[in-house]
Every structure is written in structure tokens, then in C-alpha cells.
């Protein structure tokens, strides 16, 4: 089994485990996650940006039999959702029934937790996907 990850790396990565940080270009390119160089233009100057974390689902899958650490959760669905902004994130869903999602169904992100390492006492968070809470 993956050990998680050691407590000072974690703290160094927190904002991007807790927030949809994405890059944007100097020619206005918007991905996720933050890379180096703009996948679409080749451009090296990136901006580091909080993205909106609202968007809508553009495909899913139900997971029925999923990787080890993970069957607590099963079946759970996973979904690619273009965020306002542009970038496709693959994310799961939560709260919601499987019979209820849709194309084009909008979604925003939450912070959840993503799997529990019982032998250290560890719980590791991260991003999912909802629907909007009005």
C-alpha cells in the first residue's frame, strides 16, 4: 500500500490539495494543474491562479471495482468536468444518486476526504465534485 505522503511535504503542497489552483500564461491560456510551460502555446511565464472550481460534467463513468485503498468507496462515479474557466479536471462526484447525473449537469468543487491510512492515523483530503448547493 502508497504511504502518505510526510507531514512537512504536505504542509508545502496544502494550497493545492485545498483549493483548484490552475496556471494562466501571459497569453491568457487557463490550466490545471499549474505547469511550467503553457500546453498550448509553449509560453514560460505562468501566473499561478485560484480557479472557480464550478463547472459542468462533460462525461462519467461509475467505478465498480476500484485501486486498492479505495473500496470503502465503491461504487462511486468519476467524472471529467470543464470548469468555467476552460481546463478539464477528472474528479469524483459526491453527493449526489447515479442515476441523477447528466451532460452538461453543473457541478462545483468541495473538499473531502479521499481515503484513510488506518495504520497511521491518517486522513487524506482532497477536491470532489457537486452539485451546487442553492
Known amino acids: 500500500m502508497a504511504r502518505p505522503m510526510q ?3 504536505y504542509w508545502r503542497h496544502f494550497r493545492e490539495k485545498y483549493r483548484l489552483m ?5 497569453n491568457g491560456h487557463v490550466h490545471f494543474p499549474k505547469r511550467p510551460v503553457c500546453p498550448v502555446c509553449g509560453s514560460r511565464n505562468i501566473e499561478e491562479v485560484e480557479l472557480s472550481g464550478k463547472g ?3 462525461s462519467w463513468t461509475i467505478v ?4 486498492s ?3 470503502y468507496y ?3 462515479p468519476l467524472a471529467l468536468i470543464e470548469l468555467e474557466e476552460g481546463p478539464v479536471v477528472l474528479a469524483q462526484l459526491t453527493d449526489v444518486d447515479p442515476e441523477e447525473i447528466d451532460f452538461g449537469m453543473e457541478v462545483e468543487v468541495v473538499t473531502k476526504k479521499i481515503r484513510e491510512f488506518e ?3 491518517i486522513i487524506l483530503y ?5 452539485p451546487p448547493v442553492k
Open 22 to 26: 490552475g496556471g494562466k500564461c501571459e
Open 69 to 71: 485503498g479505495f473500496e
Open 64 to 67: 465498480r471495482n476500484p485501486p
Open 56 to 58: 459542468k460534467v462533460i
Open 7 to 9: 507531514v512537512s511535504r
Open 119 to 121: 495504520e497511521d492515523g
Open 126 to 130: 482532497g477536491y470532489k465534485f457537486r
Open 74 to 76: 465503491k461504487p462511486f
